[in-house]
């Protein structure tokens, strides 16, 4: 079944790995990655991102659908950090993500959308399996127009001389 997407639509997205393994694991790669795929794929499909949130084994977003094409930004952001995954776990034919787990729901008015965006914010410390610890990078706050410098290629796409930095708020 085809899902609707509309313009102007507000969503809470949940992105959970297979299995619930830790496939998202905390590495300044890992999380230059996520970045780099997040704000690659807001950008192209007109998407901003309120705030997010990477763990282990999990993502949160709280993000607002300008153009419609919700499901082209998923499938991006989707498809880059599985095969990221893969590679960078030397594996292949292994789903990164769970069909089962992940979902995307529509946030309707403000107070609801105020309630995802501290959900999302707070949730790494809220985890009761953290036992204390960040399960993750941590949250970011932003919209397209505020990518970090994360990846930057001084000779092309596909540069060996790509500089890696550490995840920052912002």
Not at 160 to 169: A, D, G, I, L, Y
Request: charged share 20%; proline share 4%.
């Amino acid at each position: 079944m085809t899902t609707v997407r509309l313009p102007g639509t507000t969503y809470f997205v949940t992105g959970v790995c297979e299995r619930h393994e830790f496939r998202l694991k905390p590495s300044p790669e890992t999380n230059a990655a996520f970045v780099v795929a997040t704000m690659e794929a807001a950008d192209r499909h007109g998407v901003d991102v309120i705030a997010v949130c990477q763990m282990s084994s999990q993502n949160h977003a709280v993000v607002h659908d300008w153009t419609g094409f919700m499901s082209d930004y998923l499938r991006d952001f989707h498809g880059v950090m599985g095969r990221y995954g893969s590679a960078r776990d030397e594996v292949v034919n292994c789903k990164f993500w769970s069909s089962q787990d992940s979902d995307t729901m529509v946030l309707g008015d403000v107070s609801t959308i105020l309630e995802k965006v501290a959900y999302t914010l707070a949730n790494p410390t809220k985890d009761s399996s953290s036992r204390g610890r960040r399960t993750g990078m941590g949250c970011a706050r932003g919209s397209r127009t505020s990518v970090p410098d994360v990846v930057r290629s001084t000779s092309g796409p596909n540069a060996s001389s790509t500089k890696m930095v550490p995840f920052q708020r912002w």
